[in-house]
């Protein structure tokens, strides 16, 4: 498959070197023409490098067939700092891996004498998950170690197989598992490799080189830490040896604080960090940094962020996407303390259960962010301030805007107010100029009921029905306006009480209704002829007055003269048939004054004298 990036064919490159194969890197170059000229830069930089830090023929050195009591079989691998060869110990037969390192690192008698002591240090360590070293020493200047061989392969192919294979995370089991099921199997074999070097770490030993080619899986899935030959005691001072650098890159391992000098040694969290990395790249398949050049890749470490880990693997877990970046926190104060609490939290990972790490809050990327662009974050917090005072300016904007309506509404209401006021009093005087305020009315609110019915009792006032009708054609169906809809038709009012005085009945359907009414009761008596208000008037004033007094009952079987009628009608307080109003009111019976009856007496007298 051919390479995407730069970084995939610099990989490509020095692992086809490492499996013995003679290339040349112009040529190589020119196969890749879709990444040149920068991968001719690139390739050149790092074996200058290379060429470097290895020392003169440490390369070409031809395998042997005996160091110390072992007997070699077989080149595994080399690298900058050495060679490693698959051996056997004789006599015991045990097979071995002997690495075998360059002289210059003995070159003085303290020096010979720490790579001793470090040896016997990392040879007392016995953990199933470290492979265990058996021996150390020197032959023909060349210093040597013997460790446990391990059957397997290493993290380094496996996950350079899981690329190739176009999966987004390293697969260890069939390939019908789920990748969401290979997260999880990742994260229990590293959480195995966290506690083998917990327990180096227990015994004062720091690995300094964990990275995926430093971890070999065996056949049944067992992970073992491997390359303990080249660790250092957390006491130690001075010049020590360094990492194997069997393959350009692994300074992409090394923690944030040794890149920029914070700390002269390595220590327990640096391994922490470098194990976070290798679970980063394990799950995916690709490093968080990555340059051509070792400083453009210090300068990555140091000041950039790696690409969210979801985003690059989605069937990532939440949980264990926290743990890898707290794991590769830039942060000593962070990252965990050592590398159980790491375990720990990959163990609940894989079993469900709360991890004790936490994402870091908004505000601390944020914060981070402005440390690593600080001109950005200068422009940003600009920006930010200059759009925080524009909405401040928005808001008090709109504020004053809510209570400048808010005013206007009241003064709204009361010129309606005022309005309504006079136009019902000039309806009152039955003036035709109600229908111009009761129209400044409508114009302020024209969905006001007052106001419309106001504009209707003129039209009715004025008789002008047809026009009364068409605006009661938009008037709502209440008690009231149904009144004046009957009343414009020409039928008849209905009195309800019982609606009038339901609770739905507002005091402007009982206005409506007494002004229908009176409507009705003025056209009824303008209807009339002058004959039926006579007749009308005649039945009055001859129907029976209950227990009112009598005055004419003396004379009702008499015959209606003009004089008898005047002088009932004196009595009565009527007018006369002459049109003189009588003046001397009827007196009730048991009241007449004594004139009256002294006159009674005396015509009866003169009656009976005659």
């Known amino acids: 498959?051919?390479?995407?990036?730069?970084?995939?064919?610099?990989?490509?490159?020095?692992?086809?070197?490492?499996?013995?194969?003679?290339?040349?890197?112009?040529?190589?170059?020119?196969?890749?023409?879709?990444?040149?000229?920068?991968?001719?830069?690139a390739l050149e930089s790092l074996l200058a490098l290379e060429r470097a830090t290895v020392p003169d023929g440490a390369l070409d050195t031809p395998i042997p067939d005996?160091?110390?009591?072992?007997?070699?079989?077989?080149?595994?691998?080399?690298?900058?700092?050495?060679?490693?060869?698959?051996?056997?110990?004789?006599?015991?037969?045990?097979?071995?891996?002997?690495?075998?390192?360059?002289?210059?690192?003995?070159?003085?008698?303290?020096?010979?004498a720490r790579f001793r002591r470090e040896a016997e240090l990392a040879a007392r360590l016995d953990h199933s998950g470290i492979a265990t070293i058996y021996g150390a020493g020197v032959e023909a200047q060349h210093p040597w170690i013997a460790m446990r061989y391990v059957e397997g392969k290493t993290l380094a192919q496996a996950i350079s197989e899981s690329r190739q294979v176009g999966s987004s995370c390293l697969r260890l089991a069939a390939s019908s598992t789920r990748e969401r099921e290979a997260s999880l199997r990742v994260a229990e074999l590293l959480a195995k490799v966290a506690h083998a070097l917990h327990a180096a770490h227990e015994q004062g030993v720091v690995h300094r080189d964990i990275k995926p080619s430093n971890v070999i899986v065996q056949p049944d899935g067992t992970p073992i830490l491997v390359d303990f030959g080249l660790a250092i005691t957390e006491e130690a001072d001075g010049h020590t040896l360094t990492r194997t650098g069997e393959a350009p890159g692994t300074p992409a391992y090394l923690a944030p604080e040794i890149v920029g000098g914070e700390i002269a040694r390595?220590?327990?969290?640096?391994?922490?960090?470098?194990?976070?990395v290798t679970l980063y790249e394990c799950l995916a398949l690709r490093r968080p940094f990555d340059a051509p050049t070792p400083a453009a890749l210090f300068r990555s470490i140091l000041d950039g962020a790696p690409q969210r880990l979801r985003a690059l693997s989605p069937s990532t877990p939440g949980d264990l996407a926290v743990v890898v970046a707290t794991a590769m926190e830039r942060d000593r104060d962070r990252r965990y303390r050592n590398a159980r609490a790491l375990a720990e939290?990959?163990?609940?990972?894989?079993?469900?259960?709360?991890?004790?790490?936490?994402?870091?809050?908004?505000?601390?990327?944020?914060?981070?962010?402005?440390?690593?662009?600080?001109r950005q974050a200068s422009l940003a917090g600009g920006l930010l301030a200059a759009a925080f005072a524009l909405a401040l300016f928005a808001g008090n904007f709109w504020a004053s805007r809510d209570v400048v309506h808010a005013a206007e509404e009241v003064a709204r209401d009361q010129e309606l107010e005022r309005t309504l006021t006079e136009g019902f009093f000039v309806l009152q005087q039955n003036h035709p100029s109600s229908q111009a305020v009761f129209d400044r009315a409508l114009a302020l609110d024209p969905g006001n009921l007052e106001a419309k019915a106001g504009k209707i009792l003129s039209r009715m006032g004025l008789e002008q029905k047809d026009a009364a009708l068409d605006l009661l054609r938009d008037a709502p169906a209440t008690l009231g306006f149904d009144a004046l809809r009957?009343?414009?038709?020409?039928?008849?009012?209905?009195?309800?009480?019982?609606?009038?005085?339901?609770?739905?009945?507002?005091?402007?359907d009982f206005l409506l209704v007494s002004a229908a009414l009176m409507h009705e009761g003025e056209h009824s008596a303008l209807s009339e002829t002058p004959r039926e208000r006579s007749r009308w008037r005649t039945r009055r004033s001859s129907a029976p007055r209950g227990p009112a007094p009598s005055c004419t009952s003396s004379a009702r079987s008499r015959p209606s003269t003009p004089r008898t009628y005047a002088r009932r009608a004196r009595r009565a307080g009527r007018s006369s048939p002459s049109g003189r109003t009588a003046t001397t009111p009827c007196t009730p019976p048991g009241s007449r004054s004594r004139r009256s009856s002294r006159g009674k007496r005396s015509r009866s007298w003169r009656r009976r004298r005659v």
């Open 1 to 41: 498959m051919d390479p995407a990036t730069i970084e995939e064919a610099v990989e490509l490159f020095f692992a086809q070197r490492r499996a013995g194969a003679s290339i040349d890197p112009r040529a190589f170059a020119a196969a890749h023409p879709g990444l040149e000229p920068d991968l001719s830069s």
């Open 66 to 112: 005996r160091i110390g009591a072992y007997r070699v079989v077989r080149e595994i691998g080399r690298g900058g700092m050495g060679v490693v060869f698959e051996a056997v110990e004789e006599p015991l037969g045990r097979r071995v891996a002997l690495k075998v390192l360059p002289p210059e690192l003995l070159a003085s008698a303290s020096a010979r």
């Open 266 to 276: 390595p220590d327990a969290q640096s391994d922490v960090y470098a194990l976070g």
């Open 345 to 374: 939290d990959l163990e609940a990972c894989v079993v469900g259960r709360p991890i004790a790490a936490r994402p870091v809050p908004i505000h601390g990327r944020l914060l981070r962010w402005a440390r690593r662009e600080p």
């Open 486 to 508: 009957a009343r414009c038709r020409g039928e008849p009012v209905r009195q309800d009480v019982s609606a009038l005085e339901s609770p739905a009945s507002t005091a402007l």
